[in-house]
């Protein structure tokens, strides 16, 4: 554009934003506009010189009024060609690019914006470099034309017929299907080689799109010609197999098929379902995705154990007697086991019941489940349920979806092959949720004897007999069950075992699993009643048996090492040769060291694991009524240490110490094993007991625990896990508890042998276990 043209553009220009559309010098485009002030811009335009500012916004839709910084800095001025308004909602314009400006600053928004612009003057270079880059140019614009739908042929010659690379660049830059942004940038660009190498690579990026979409096309057709072939031949292929009398193998599949349905004796729900998927397995062919889904649906449900049951064995004494041979003590249990055979003896049609074992790890619950299954004849399945978050886990996913199987139920039915096993759930306690459901809820429907006859998995779609099953679940804890699933459920607790019980336990199934596992005989190894008590006491802490069946273990190994270098001699293992299979003794008895000196208190807490001793140190310093917890307290203990301080603070007198021994004073109560939450209730006695000892500078009482909750007028409440905490302090050799008066009946859970060695004082106010704990010289 030369100076002549420069002069034409007004120093200040209306400016209208666009939002999609840039116009390039010499180019002509079509554009409507909208709103009243626009409106009033293009007349008063038409009434003077016809010129108007296009500039983009940066924006996806423009807003009104329009910001100045929402718009580019660099524009084209435009003259209005022709203007219609064919109806009252916009103004029709076809204007033509004559020329690239720069704002320099806008200089009113009222009623539309003007900029005050500077004319950006077009540079006219002629080298060797520059015609090279435009032959390039022109030849890759005539191979994009050749392949584009949307450009027109008559822009190959004109392309060709133009001199200035300036002209070209622009031309090619407003026909390309590039982006705004990069359609800005070459508005922007002024230097003439700059402007064709960026056209350059715009141009050899839509070339390489076009020519990957044609041979996509060419592949499509291609592949759909390859497929009515296949189909052709195969037509001729069925012709031939049915003039020479062979079957079809899809035809021979159906009849297979409706056989096993007619033979199967389905429900009518099933029968009705599995037929209409046959008609439609019928009317497909073999090699369609369709075919193999309807398939294998059909295999699922010709093979679920509709009307398949196995008899139970109702000969109770039998049942009694390998209910025997598998566990020892669990006498709740069995008891309930023996129960329903009685009634499945008397009513054959009685529902299996929804059975959950409760209790720490170790103590038998999931082996409880297979020895149930052989007493009652039964097949049995287990399924894990911890860490679970998927509902269709349970119910299976529906046919829509690629790879879809029925739920794990379902699935478990099937591998027992009959429709009455028992069904272990094990840790249903550990089930989770999450964006795909939540695993317990649909656990509702299996778990509830009244709705289970009719169990939906989603994949089958019709309705499973349940009602058959003996479900039983198995679970460390209660609390993070909902409670409309525990509601379905009939809880057995399963407490942790007396050292006599693990004692007899591991001669009777321990060391001779351990044995056989080893490759050992009775006659190489044998090991002392003795040697197991040290075992327990010394080398393991827990309510169950998995950690005394791995020290068992590594003592057969290490005997076995020497029964493999040659040593035909027979190993008795006695107390005093366990460190060196074992090491030293890892456990010993702390209350005698702990509470020799005042303010400290053994407590009993209950835990995943069962009971353990829990000691509560208190001591003071100098300061003003300050009260400090440690230890990783919950709320619960949080409140139970100031309630405890409340009373002692309200009863100074009575306890025999000063009434204004927390004015100068500040207290710190400590509950070691720092690194483990805690909370609950239950060592409110603790604390208080604890807090008196300090300030009354009396040690507790040796060999002797307690537990309890309190109020502020000094009451002792019950508490829960007795009989864990009991059994924790027997084997801590406590020889004295105090408890609730409430929560004597529950001594009755305890073996009579830990009862008898233990001496349990029964409270129910706190001036009683201060008279008990602190004794008076």
């Not at 230097?191 to 064709?196: A, C, G, M, W």
């Not at 509601?487 to 321990?510: C, F, H, P, Q, W």
């Not at 003003?624 to 307290?633: F, V």
């Amino acid at each position: 554009m030369d100076s002549d043209e420069h002069r034409k553009i007004p120093e200040i220009l209306p400016i209208v934003p666009v939002v999609d559309l840039i116009l390039f010098p010499r180019m002509v485009l079509p554009l409507v506009v909208h709103g009243d002030e626009f409106q009033k811009l293009v007349d008063e335009a038409m009434a003077k010189d016809r010129i108007i500012g296009l500039v983009v916004s940066k924006k996806k839709e423009l807003t009104i009024p329009h910001k100045p910084e929402d718009l580019y800095s660099v524009g084209t001025a435009a003259l209005i060609l022709r203007m219609s308004k064919p109806d009252e909602k916009g103004t029709q314009l076809l204007v033509q690019g004559i020329g690239r400006f720069r704002i320099d600053e806008y200089v009113s928004d009222k009623p539309y914006l003007h900029a005050r612009i500077e004319p950006i003057a077009e540079q006219s270079i002629k080298d060797i470099e520059v015609e090279a880059m435009m032959t390039n140019l022109v030849n890759l614009f005539q191979k994009v034309l050749e392949l584009s739908p949307y450009l027109p042929r008559e822009l190959a010659p004109l392309a060709k017929s133009l001199d200035e690379g300036v002209m070209l660049a622009d031309l090619i830059a407003s026909s390309l299907n590039i982006s705004k942004e990069e359609k800005q940038k070459i508005l922007e660009t002024q230097d003439v080689k700059e402007r064709l190498k960026d056209v350059t690579r715009l141009i050899n990026r839509e070339l390489q799109v076009l020519e990957l979409g044609q041979k996509i096309q060419s592949q499509v057709k291609q592949d759909m010609d390859k497929t009515q072939r296949e189909f052709y031949l195969r037509q001729q292929l069925k012709a031939i197999k049915e003039e020479l009398g062979d079957k079809d193998e899809s035809k021979v599949e159906v009849e297979d098929y409706r056989t096993k349905i007619s033979e199967k004796n389905l429900p009518e729900e099933a029968k009705k379902e599995a037929e209409r998927e046959l008609q439609r397995l019928k009317r497909m062919h073999p090699s369609s995705a369709e075919y193999t889904v309807a398939s294998t649906y059909l295999d699922w449900i010709t093979a679920l154990p509709w009307n398949e049951s196995t008899k139970d064995v109702l000969d109770i004494k039998k049942a009694q007697r390998v209910l025997d041979e598998d566990h020892y003590n669990l006498e709740k249990v069995k008891k309930r086991t023996i129960e329903y055979l009685a009634v499945r003896k008397l009513k054959p049609d009685s529902k299996g019941p929804i059975l959950c074992f409760a209790g720490p790890p170790g103590t038998g619950k999931t082996s409880l489940g297979r020895s149930i299954a052989r007493a009652l004849g039964r097949k049995f399945v287990r399924i894990s349920l911890g860490g679970m978050r998927d509902e269709a886990e349970i119910r299976g996913h529906r046919r829509t979806y690629v790879g879809a199987l029925p739920g794990r139920i379902i699935q478990g039915i099937r591998r027992a092959e009959t429709n009455n096993p028992v069904f272990m759930l094990d840790e249903i306690d550990k089930v989770g949720t999450d964006f795909r459901g939540d695993p317990s809820a649909a656990l509702l429907e299996v778990l509830d004897p009244e709705q289970n006859f009719s169990f939906s998995d989603h994949y089958l779609d019709v309705a499973f007999d349940l009602s058959k099953v003996m479900f039983i679940t198995t679970a460390n804890i209660l609390d993070t069950i909902p409670s409309a699933l525990r509601d379905r459920m009939e809880v057995l607790n399963l407490s942790g075992y007396t050292e006599d019980e693990k004692v007899k336990i591991a001669g009777r199934y321990l060391v001779p699993r351990q044995l056989e596992a080893h490759g050992l005989t009775p006659e190489q190894l044998s090991i002392t009643a003795g040697a197991i008590r040290r075992i327990i006491s010394g080398y393991t802490r827990e309510a169950g048996l998995r950690n005394l069946e791995r020290e068992i273990a590594a003592v057969c190994r290490g005997v076995a090492c020497t029964v493999a270098e040659g040593s035909k001699e027979p190993a008795r293992v006695n107390a005093r040769d366990l460190h060196r299979f074992l090491g030293h003794v890892r456990f010993r008895s702390e209350v005698n060291e702990r509470i020799s000196i005042p303010g400290v208190a053994p407590g009993l807490a209950w835990t995943e694991t069962g009971g353990d001793l829990l000691f509560v140190e208190a001591t003071k310093m100098k300061g003003k009524h300050a009260l400090t917890l440690t230890g990783q307290l919950g709320d619960v203990m949080k409140e139970s240490a100031k309630a405890a301080l409340s009373f002692i603070r309200s009863h100074a007198e009575e306890i025999g110490i000063p009434e204004d021994f927390y004015e100068n004073q500040e207290i710190h109560i400590h509950v070691p094993a720092g690194a483990i939450p805690k909370d609950g209730p239950s060592a409110g006695v603790t604390m208080l007991t604890a807090l008196a000892s300090l300030l009354t500078n009396k040690p507790v009482m040796n060999d002797l625990t307690m537990t309890g909750e309190i109020t502020l007028r000094g009451q002792v409440l019950p508490v829960g896990g007795i009989k864990e905490k009991v059994l924790a302090a027997h084997r801590a050799g406590i020889k004295r508890i105090i408890l609730p008066k409430w929560n004597e009946k529950d001594l009755e859970d305890v073996p009579k042998k830990v009862r008898k060695a233990i001496r349990f004082d029964f409270v129910e106010t706190m001036d009683e276990v201060l008279k008990i704990a602190l004794p008076k010289n």
